[in-house]
């Protein structure tokens, strides 16, 4: 079954679907009356994010604690409480505020 990235205004999903039709049901059904953006066939069975790409670490040879791991301990501190773990984050690896911001959204969008 082939692999589809579909956009919508407010969401990118990835998901598996028959065809463009069925993907497009996927859609309709999580997020109801949502408009489809864009909806593409991906040419590989697998999708990968760069965690680089989103800010959550500078490379391979990145010393530092896993991010993500931080990031849910900071939430599951702030039971939350996005500010909070925000500065939870910053405290505990002296990160800036952008670099935390991202982390700390990006592991909600996760569920954490």
């Known amino acids: 079954m082939p692999l589809f990235e579909i956009e919508t205004v407010g969401h990118i999903i990835i998901s598996w679907a028959a065809d463009e039709q069925a993907a497009a049901a996927v859609v309709e059904e ?40 931080t990031a849910r301990e900071c939430l599951s501190k702030a039971q939350g409480d996005k500010l909070h773990a925000i500065r939870l984050y910053m405290q505990e690896t002296g990160d800036d505020l952008d670099r935390a911001r991202r982390v700390i959204e990006s592991n909600m969008v996760m569920g954490w």
């Open 30 to 69: 999580a997020y109801p009356g949502e408009r489809i953006v864009r909806l593409t066939r991906r040419p590989r069975d697998t999708w990968v994010i760069s965690k680089s790409a989103i800010g959550l670490g500078s490379g391979p040879n990145d010393s530092r604690i896993d991010p993500c791991n």
